[in-house]
């Protein structure tokens, strides 16, 4: 999978050292990453890596071995400010003292209830700051409350980090959806999850990849409509009309805005 | 002598593809039985034939790995103290183990096959086997046979059932596999047939082989174990690399332009062909398509959609499973035919040259789209053709699906290891990191790269991709004697394969 990842769709591929790794294995876990990132070519995705968190004996290493390789961002679970600012100052030590080219960019793993609450201080914790990413099943146990499969016991979290990340112009990334056999129920999820918000969803099994992709690129029909909207505003500005109407509904500029979005998206997505 | 690949030709090089070639078809005289004898035990039948050095015997390979024929007749064979014989068996399996040492002590000197692996395989490719095998396709086969070129002198028949007229089929009896395609030719060509059963019934309607060939029927305890007749890999992969691989090739089909109602394909057995059929078959029925016929080793996945009415007919030369046995004894629709209709290259009516896609699998493919499926890059034998370059060169478009890269081997490489399949007869390759397509298809090229987001590059430039992750593979050492020769489904040769160093 470490050399395969790339290939399969994903615009992230996440090489996780925190809770996927056993604790007798974090030292080969973090040299195998290390050398994944030297030496295999991802071409077709960004790399991150999910280092420990602040509160535990490894982060310090795992900056130490990981930051020199370059990935594209880290995954900092627990996010806080604190841990944030404190992993910043050795990150950038180490970019420094190796000549980095570019800034390593942070993906903040919201997975608490002080988290949540403290969610503008962090997300404007940095400059390297790209995402905000929900971890519900954490979320929840530090809520003491059950995870359903209508989610509703995370409908504030999700929410309140949907609306953050917009305000701080940061990705908003929905939690995993966990069960693995449940395609309708990921699909129909996953569409909640736009509709509020979200520009993008962690997958934590391959199949999941496709199905989140479908639900977040917009459809062949929403292209072609913001093409001929964009067109008609063209048309609209050459002649000297601020608002006007397409196909009897009037066109200002959120609208323009929101057609201009669905074509950085297909963009983005290879859609265009 | 070299042939038009580059390749040692030995007496008979390679030319052109079958499929350009002219179709001859003219098939030498059928050999009818004068008798068919009942009651004689197979030493009997072995004195009465009577059979001597170096005679040439048939078997097939439709009970596969499970198959307790070859071994009961060559056991027996063994025991009369013949030598020089050559075993002609449509494929050989790791059941076939007892013709190791009949390799080592001269009672057999030549094997002709269209497949072979297991001991037998690795013993040929250690030098084991005095004469140079032959390993041909499944067209070629009948195609030799029909055209007397292999003369048969003696064909066991394993048979599922036979009736009190000495009729065969392969649909009753325990030891059912239901179809005796790769027998045909055998039956119609070979100077005398011995059918093996375990079963005797009162009448068959619908037999495969007729009476009229059948010389001898004997009777022993088990033909076959049904287990075994099973091929391993008849379930869609599971594997996320082997899906993206299935999904873009589906896509590829898609956009290719011959994806329409009434067209027709055949895949291997294999996960991500399987994972193909299983993206194109949702298609289908998106957009309301059926196809015309599916052909070749049938599974229970063609047997669904044949049920579901996706497909109209399937043409069946061997079943994979035993939902596939059943269904070949009830449908209708679901048609036996033999080797000679499915793939000899002679036959005007053959069915893999009406095929529009094949989809196949390979062991190594190289930048002249050659195909290597018969060894692996050691040189040992590893399989053969099969039913490869016959549908390769049959259908309109053959498509080779692959990692790219597999246990830290790349499929592609330079050169192909022996050559199975000729590259003038393959037209796309689809890996998980890029489509290479033959640049004979430039309309095809420009249609995809318009119509779909599929990573399409010139084969070279795929091929260093996969050397940036493998890096530059040492050449294998090959032994200096020749052991096998890679025959192409007209009877000429590809390639030859050295003996291996142990």
């Known amino acids: 999978m470490l050399t395969t990842g790339d290939v399969l769709g994903a615009d992230v591929l996440i090489l996780d050292l925190e809770d996927a790794v056993a604790l007798s294995e974090k030292d080969a876990a973090r040299i195998l990453v290390r050398e994944a990132l030297h030496s295999v070519p991802f071409t077709h995705v960004e790399t991150a890596v999910r280092i420990n968190p602040l509160d535990s004996p490894y982060w310090q290493e795992d900056l130490a071995e990981i930051v020199p390789a370059q990935p594209d961002a880290l995954v900092i679970p627990k996010a806080s400010v604190e841990a944030v600012q404190q992993m910043e100052k050795v990150i950038e030590q180490i970019e420094k003292e190796k000549g980095a080219e570019k800034k390593v960019r942070f993906l903040l793993l919201i997975e608490s209830a002080r988290s949540l609450l403290d969610l503008p201080r962090i997300a404007a914790s940095s400059e390297r700051n790209a995402a905000l990413l929900l971890g519900a099943e954490d979320y929840s146990a530090d809520m003491g409350i059950e995870r359903t499969p209508f989610g509703k016991e995370i409908e504030y979290a999700r929410f309140t980090l949907a609306t953050t990340a917009r305000a701080y112009g940061l990705d908003a990334i929905d939690t995993p959806y966990t069960d693995m056999e449940d395609r309708a129920g990921l699909e129909k999820d996953t569409r909640f999850a736009k509709s509020i918000g979200f520009t993008g969803r962690l997958c934590i099994h391959p199949a999941h990849i496709d199905p989140v992709t479908k639900v977040f690129n917009p459809t062949k029909e929403a292209i072609e409509e913001a093409i001929a909207l964009l067109e008609a505003a063209e048309k609209a500005r050459q002649e000297g009309i601020g608002v006007f109407s397409y196909k009897g509904k009037m066109v200002d500029l959120p609208v323009i805005h929101r057609a201009k979005s669905v074509l950085d998206t297909a963009k983005s997505g290879g859609l265009l | ?502």
């Open chain 2, 1 to 502: 002598m070299i042939n038009r690949l580059g390749r040692e030709g030995l007496h008979k090089p390679y030319g052109l593809p079958a499929a350009d070639s002219e179709k001859s078809n003219k098939n030498n005289k059928e050999v009818l039985a004068e008798q068919t004898h009942w009651g004689l035990s197979l030493e009997e039948v072995l004195d009465a034939l009577p059979l001597t050095d170096g005679m040439t015997l048939s078997f097939h390979h439709h009970l596969r790995n499970g198959d307790y024929v070859l071994q009961t007749v060559m056991e027996a064979v063994h025991k009369q103290g013949v030598k020089d014989l050559t075993i002609a068996a449509s494929s050989i399996f790791p059941a076939h183990e007892c013709l190791v040492p009949m390799l080592e002590d001269g009672t057999v000197t030549k094997i002709h096959t269209a497949y072979m692996s297991g001991p037998v395989a690795d013993a040929v490719s250690k030098g084991k086997c005095r004469e140079i095998c032959e390993i041909t396709t499944h067209g070629g086969r009948p195609r030799a046979i029909l055209a007397g070129e292999l003369a048969i002198d003696v064909s066991f028949i394993a048979s599922p059932a036979v009736d009190k007229q000495g009729n065969i089929t392969g649909s009753d009896g325990p030891g059912a596999c239901g179809v005796l395609g790769y027998a045909v030719a055998d039956a119609k060509m070979a100077k005398r047939v011995v059918a093996v059963t375990d079963t005797v019934l009162d009448r068959i309607t619908k037999p495969e082989i007729d009476h009229k060939y059948v010389d001898y029927i004997v009777a022993i305890d088990s033909i076959g174990d049904p287990q075994g007749i099973v091929s391993g890999t008849t379930q869609v992969t599971k594997d996320p690399v082997g899906l993206k691989i299935a999904k873009d090739c589906a896509t590829l089909m898609l956009h290719s332009g011959l994806l329409k109602n009434g067209f027709s394909f055949q895949t291997g057995a294999g996960g991500i062909s399987l994972a193909v059929a299983d993206f194109v078959k949702e298609e289908m029925k998106e957009q309301g398509i059926t196809a015309r016929f599916a052909s070749g080793g049938i599974t229970d996945y063609l047997v669904d959609m044949l049920q579901d009415g996706a497909i109209e007919t399937l043409y069946d030369v061997q079943c994979f499973n035993l939902k596939a046995v059943e269904s070949v004894r009830q449908a209708d629709n679901h048609v036996k035919i033999d080797a000679d209709r499915y793939a000899n290259p002679d036959n005007p009516d053959n069915i893999v040259d009406r095929l529009d896609f094949v989809i196949l699998g390979a062991t190594e493919i190289d930048t002249d789209f050659h195909v290597n499926v018969t060894t692996g890059t050691d040189g040992k034998i590893l399989g053969g053709s099969g039913g490869h370059a016959d549908t390769a060169a049959g259908a309109k478009l053959s498509i080779i699906v692959s990692k790219l890269v597999n246990a830290r081997v790349s499929c592609l490489v330079d050169a192909v290891t022996t050559i199975t399949t000729p590259g003038e007869t393959v037209d796309i390759l689809v890996t998980d990191r890029g489509i290479a397509i033959h640049p004979k298809h430039t309309e095809l090229i420009e249609k995809l790269q318009k119509e779909t987001h599929l990573e399409i590059l010139p084969i070279k430039d795929l091929l260093q991709l996969a050397k940036s992750f493998t890096g530059e593979p040492e050449p294998v050492k090959r032994g200096e004697r020749m052991v096998a020769a890679s025959v192409y489904r007209d009877g000429t040769v590809l390639d030859v394969l050295y003996q291996i160093e142990e």
